[in-house]
């Protein structure tokens, strides 16, 4: 099938790589400009852009897709029977949408018509969800709202975070593509039920800081959904203190308020939450450095038993 790819970071790569692998040819791709990125804010090409290049897969990065009239032409000059669209990163318009015979699907890692939107698998752990999973819906101009062809269940796992769930149902869904496709010309879509659905809007940097008056296990939740970006983060003597990873812990404690280091060995650094529960931070990134375990970062002598963090 000749299809034209939209995508952009890593997890829209197993996609990518599948259809080549099953014979299907890629006409065009089309991903994000190149961008700053690192502490040198050097410009950085989109991981679908190396991909392409590596295999020599033609491709463009419009500024604003919307507005950039020589996009759809490219794509008409490509004639592809099909649009698949795996965290492109911008609004797509109705012209692209619909022009291949096949129109366009789209590869969304929620069980829609749940979390809706940018970030669905950070807001899925943030909300302590068991499951979610992997839906293959037929594009539209309404966001995720289109017919479903194919869905996936995935259970999250205790300690994952949204990076590595992100990563499992990124090839989850690739090969829940390839099934698709195969039966594409079978399979009935099925509209969702747009009164169940729910959204998981774009994260800010604001979003991760950690309110230690919570409990610990919303604590642990906001860790690992927000692992990458934009990060959970506390302040210790008005230093930005990210939390990398951690895990909430049993056992006797003494007394303390919340945000209130308890104890320190060299399984990390034992903190006071909401309800009198514990959370043992692991790993922390402190503004401006590399990561390192919580024990050596306390050694530096900052973060003691007494200490308030927040």
Known sequence: MRVVFFGSPPTAL????????????????????????????????????????????????????????????????????????????????????????????????????????????????????????????????????????????????????????ETRLSHIGARLLLKTLENIHLLEPKEQDHSLATYAPKLSKELGRIDWQQPAEVVDRKVRAFYGWPGAFTFLEDQRLEIISGLVTQGLMPEAEAGEVVQIDKSGIYVCCGQRTFYLIEKVKPEGKKEMSAYSFSLGGKARVGTILG
């Open 14 to 165: 197993p996609a990518l790589n599948a259809l080549l692998s099953a014979g299907h040819e890629i006409t065009l791709v089309i991903t994000q400009p190149d961008k700053p990125a690192g502490r040198g804010k050097k410009l950085t090409p989109p991981a679908v852009k190396v991909f392409a290049e590596d295999h020599k897969l033609p491709y463009l990065q419009p500024e604003k897709i919307r507005r950039d009239d020589k996009i759809l032409e490219a794509i008409k000059e490509a004639k592809p029977e099909l649009n698949i669209v795996v965290a492109y990163g911008q609004i797509i318009p109705g012209p692209i949408i619909y022009l291949p015979p096949l129109k366009s699907l789209n590869i969304h890692f929620s069980l829609l018509p749940k979390y809706r939107g940018a970030a669905p698998v950070q807001w899925a752990i943030l909300n302590g969800e068991r499951f979610t999973g992997v839906t293959i819906f037929q594009l539209t101009e309404k966001m995720d709202e289109g017919p479903i062809l194919a869905q996936e269940l995935v259970p999250i796992l205790p300690r994952e975070n949204a990076h590595e769930l």
